[in-house]
């Protein structure tokens, strides 16, 4: 599953590169022999030198993994914590390095719980999970301004029922970027 969705961005990402390259309209020369391949583009009212540095193949792997693990946007939790389980933190990781090189992006982390517990009890304890995917995501490079936390308690459950099964799909964080 993780590899398809690997292949896909991947996919993606090869053919963004292969139409930006076939649309130039201008004249490309090679630069001046320098070992950092340099693009000059020429038009008839003027001349832009545009700098192309090449990608390697390991640099869109790279990404095409990176985008992969950002697809993870549901966060689970152990029954009555707010701390982050092992196989969560390379996604969240993930999502840090793609804030902190957009700046301008902006997310909002909600925080939610099973039915068990008073409903004060689930509003606190969904506040203090999305808390702590939000200390992680700072701590790995996000912008304090880039994050909202809100928590809906057990006012929004992801599965109905009243069996471990839902309640283990209900102790979540979300993470929802704002366009």
Known sequence: MQKTALYKALGLTLGALLISACSSTGEVSEGSGSSDPVATESQTDGTTAVDNNTVSGKDMEAEAEAAALREQTVFYFDFDQSTLKADGKPSLMA??????????????LEGHADERGTVEYNLALGERRAMTVRR???????AANQLEVVSFGEERPAVMGSNEASYAKNRRVEVKYQR
């Open 136 to 142: 992680f995501l700072m701590a790995n490079g996000a």
């Open 95 to 108: 999502h840090a390095a793609y804030l902190k090189n957009n700046p301008a992006t902006r997310v909002v």
